[in-house]
């Protein structure tokens, strides 16, 4: 089996619509596929219909990707088959999503100042009904000649945490994140947490006391983590009892990541599905809710 547990659509910051993404995770011979974007389940019910309309599909799993802050660095929290509907979760996503549009006004309003000709007008019509997050204000400044790739945006230059354009937004602390996510039958796995392209990394004691809370794994195989990267989370997902996750972290044209580019071992899929209380995955004729 061959099982992606990361991607993202046009519900948060990719550019595949749901339906678009579930087609290509079949076309790319994926057997499962989670939707995770971030901080939204509002692709889900269109990947769905897609999923019934598609001879041979994947089976879906339902997440989000939430927006964490720990120790003011920013923190991803993958979460799969939660119940969405949970009032507690479903509020704190509602609050961080609210605060998207300030918060990218500010960071343009920064950008501006740093002599960027970005307007608000050209970053919403590149997020169109999605969430509004920095990497549609990349792909602008893309757009713009001022960097080559939307990845080469994510520098303490200009977007990255604390970079020159950088400004706050609503985010959870990922302890609390935890708490909610299992609260609503999900299961947590860190996201990328050793992604030093992106500026600072979640040290490992910081893990350990995520995983005393109840985190059930680690992304260990993902594009930002070198190899060596990659030997030392597994190493500490070992010691720690954390199940360890291989994803694309997909978002479409946005980034070189191509669907499939790193993969989840069946058996750990199978015991995510296993832990998961809030909602099951959703078979398609191309595979099985659980491995």
């Not at 979640?202 to 680690?218: P, Q």
């Amino acid at each position: 089996m061959r099982i992606d547990l990361h991607t993202h659509s046009t519900a948060s910051d990719g550019t595949d619509t749901p339906a678009e993404l579930v087609r290509n995770a079949a076309a790319a011979g994926l057997d499962v596929v989670a939707l995770t974007d971030h901080d939204t389940t509002r692709g889900h019910a269109e990947a769905e219909r897609a999923l019934r309309e598609l001879p041979g599909g994947p089976t879906l799993v339902t997440g989000a990707e939430l927006s964490c802050s720990l120790d003011g660095m920013g923190v991803h929290m993958l979460a799969y088959l939660f119940d969405p509907e949970e009032p507690e979760l479903a509020r704190e996503r509602e609050l961080v999503r609210d605060d998207r549009t300030p918060r990218a006004k500010t960071m343009i309003g920064k950008l501006q100042d740093l002599g960027v000709p970005v307007t608000w007008e050209q970053v919403a019509r590149i997020a169109g009904d999605g969430s509004v997050g920095r990497p549609h204000i990349a792909e602008a400044l893309v757009g713009l000649g001022v960097v080559p790739t939307v990845s080469d945006a994510f520098t303490p230059e200009w977007l990255a945490d604390g970079g020159r354009a950088f400004a706050d937004k609503h985010e959870l602390d990922p302890f609390d994140a935890i708490r909610l996510v299992k609260a609503a039958g999900g299961v947590a796995v860190l996201a990328h947490p050793g992604a030093d392209k992106r500026g600072r990394t979640v040290a490992e004691s910081a893990i350990a006391e995520l995983t005393a809370v109840g985190l059930d794994g680690i992304e260990v195989d993902h594009m930002d983590h070198s190899p060596a990267t990659r030997t030392r989370l597994r190493a500490l997902a070992g010691e720690l009892g954390l199940l360890t996750t291989g994803s694309s972290d997909y978002h479409g044209s946005r980034k070189t990541c191509v669907l499939g580019e790193f993969t989840t071992d069946p058996e750990i899929y199978g015991e995510i599905t296993r832990r998961a209380t809030g909602a099951f995955p959703v078979p398609g004729a191309g595979g099985s809710p659980a491995a």
